[in-house]
């Protein structure tokens, strides 16, 4: 976790109209609380991820660079033939230097890890590059400042072996001045994985991997969240990577802790508390995962589900309130009425 030190670095760096405040925490380190009332729907931070990179499953139809759908014929890259992208303007937008285009166009043995292998490559390209990003308004993150706060995040144990072949496969795909040891390489995916939102598509399915290192990754994990990570990039209106939201998905009191849902929300006890010990190394203790009976756990299930989107092709993603009585979807960025069981989308 973050020193508690930094705590009012990170206050200070938040846009003046969030309503959130970085805090130390007596269960789970930092975490981030509301500072006034928070209304269902209402976005609480917006933030441009340090590393995007588009998920092997998806990158002959989702555009590298905005994630758009690539309905008609995609345009490829010139380079590594693996990148695809929705216009000619996101072709030429793409920061895709030449050595994650190198990378991407060599074959792999690790496929079953290509996608961290895809963001340690950027990673080691952003170092090699002096590559920066502007993370929140303001607040500019390069590949050093990155690993000083993964230093502070403790590690997992149950993903040794699949890093070391990310770790192994990356440093493969770069060229020797672009390499570190692969102890730190490895150390920084370790933390690294612990620090990724999965971006998702209608029916759950993956689209993309997007790491946070302005506020984001300060939210803490319940099995029943407050808050929602919204898949549905934003307008990105300066020609830069898109940037996501964190949404509130129900009434948030003042003083209240914010956080979303790191394991798959429709899931039983059993394998949320498996997910999460393998992939981000704690053992659950929310209210949900501490609840004794069945029928709380029913209670949970059920006020997710009402929040759960109805859209044909869809099924998975949560929703949350927009003005008009409508509701929106954070995976497929399908609307609807809220009164309708019919689960057609409506018009307008």
């Not at 508690?4 to 200070?12: M, T």
């Not at 925490?25 to 209402?42: C, D, M, N, Q, S």
């Not at 441009?48 to 758009?68: D, F, N």
């Not at 302005?214 to 990105?236: K, M, Q, T, W």
Request: negative net charge; proline residues 5%.
């Amino acid at each position: 976790m973050v020193d508690s030190r930094d705590a009012a670095a990170v206050n200070a760096s938040l846009p003046p109209d969030a309503p959130i405040r970085v805090v130390r925490t007596e269960h789970a380190g930092l975490g981030v609380y509301a500072t006034r009332k928070i209304r269902p729907g209402e976005t609480v931070l917006v933030e441009r991820p340090l590393v995007l990179t588009v998920s092997r499953s998806a990158e002959h139809h989702v555009c590298a660079r905005c994630l758009a759908s690539i309905s008609a014929r995609p345009l490829r890259c010139e380079g590594c033939a693996r990148c695809h992208y929705c216009s000619e303007r996101c072709r030429a937008a793409h920061a895709h230097g030449k050595l994650e285009c190198a990378a991407r166009a060599a074959d792999s043995d690790a496929a079953d890890v290509g996608d961290l292998v895809d963001q340690a490559v950027a990673l080691l390209a952003m170092r090699r590059d002096a590559g920066v990003v502007e993370t929140l308004p303001g607040v500019r993150c390069d590949y050093a400042s990155y690993r000083g706060r993964l230093d502070r995040i403790a590690r997992t144990k149950a993903t040794g072996e699949a890093i070391r072949r990310a770790t192994k496969a990356a440093l493969r795909a770069v060229p020797e001045a672009a390499r570190v040891p692969p102890a730190e390489l490895f150390d920084v995916l370790n933390r690294h994985q612990c620090n990724v939102y999965g971006v998702l598509g209608a029916g759950n399915a993956d689209v993309a991997l997007a790491s946070f290192v302005g506020a984001f990754h300060l939210f803490n994990h319940s099995c029943c969240p407050n808050l929602v990570f919204d898949c549905v990039p934003r307008e990105i209106g300066d020609d830069g990577p898109p940037r996501f939201a964190l949404v509130a998905l129900t009434a948030i009191e003042e003083g209240a802790e914010l956080c979303h849902c790191y394991a798959p929300s429709a899931a039983g006890p059993s394998v949320r508390r498996a997910y999460l010990r393998q992939h981000h190394g704690f053992e659950c203790t929310c209210a949900r995962c501490g609840c004794d009976d069945p029928a709380d756990e029913l209670d949970f299930e059920e006020r997710l589900e009402r929040a759960r989107c109805p859209l044909p092709g869809c099924g998975t993603g949560l929703s949350y309130q927009l003005a008009g009585g409508r509701r929106r979807c954070v995976q497929c960025g399908g609307t609807w009425d809220d009164e309708l069981s019919s689960g057609e989308e409506s018009d307008g």
